[in-house]
């Protein structure tokens, strides 16, 4: 079986393989290898000497370590399934071939969610004006996200529950333990602070063009 282990990326092959004694082996000898014999072993050998490179182009598209190991996982599992149905002359373009197609699905998967979610969160920190360029700015999730971390606890507590998820005053309230002044108060002004930052960013990328 082969697998990402939670703490590292090394990759674990059947136990009684050492992947580090057929280094003297091309990429080419452990195909032949493995289309005469048959045996998965063989891939896991090539597997494991692309392991890094593998993780850093998933790092490179998806931006999460967890989500790049867990990519690098499901390629490992796509090669083993593919890699006997056809010839393949250069293993290493084949492999990034195979994980920048599998980045780019998640990436498009991911981004029916973003759009979603940045389309609901716009209005509520955006001026009218700004919602179509933010719309079609690849960071303002991002940007987003870290709005949301520049504001105190009180006030991101208060904003996640109102807007994502859509309780009233009161709801908010009776969970926080906040007075409904309070909970009104620190709505506006995370509310504020998150335009604010915002504009802040959007002006600070313009800038930079």
Not at 94 to 111: D, E, I, P
Not at 176 to 198: C, P
Request: hydrophobic share 40%; aromatic share 10%.
């Amino acid at each position: 079986m082969i697998r990402i282990t939670s703490y590292s990326l090394k990759l674990v092959i059947l136990p009684n393989v050492k992947a580090e004694h057929y280094n003297h082996m091309t990429d080419a000898d452990l195909l032949d290898r493995y289309a005469s014999e048959g045996n998965s072993e063989w891939i896991g050998v090539l597997l494991e000497r692309y392991t890094l490179l593998l993780f850093g182009l998933c790092m490179k598209y998806l931006k999460n370590e967890e989500e790049a190991k867990d990519a690098v996982q499901q390629i490992f599992l796509k090669v083993l399934g593919e890699a006997g149905k056809y010839k393949i002359e250069f293993f290493k373009s084949w492999l990034y071939m195979v994980a920048k197609n599998h980045c780019l699905m998640g990436l498009r998967g991911r981004q029916g969610r973003i759009t979603r979610e940045i389309t609901d969160w716009l209005p509520l920190v955006a001026d009218e004006g700004n919602i179509s360029l933010l719309l079609q700015n690849e960071n303002t999730y991002a940007w987003l996200e870290e709005a949301m971390k520049e504001l105190d606890e009180k006030q991101r507590q208060c904003v996640t529950l109102f807007y994502l998820g859509k309780q009233s005053y009161f709801q908010v309230s009776e969970q926080t333990g906040f007075s409904l002044l309070q909970v009104k108060s620190y709505i506006q002004n995370g509310k504020r602070n998150l335009r604010q930052t915002i504009e802040r960013k959007m002006k600070e990328s313009s800038l930079k063009k």
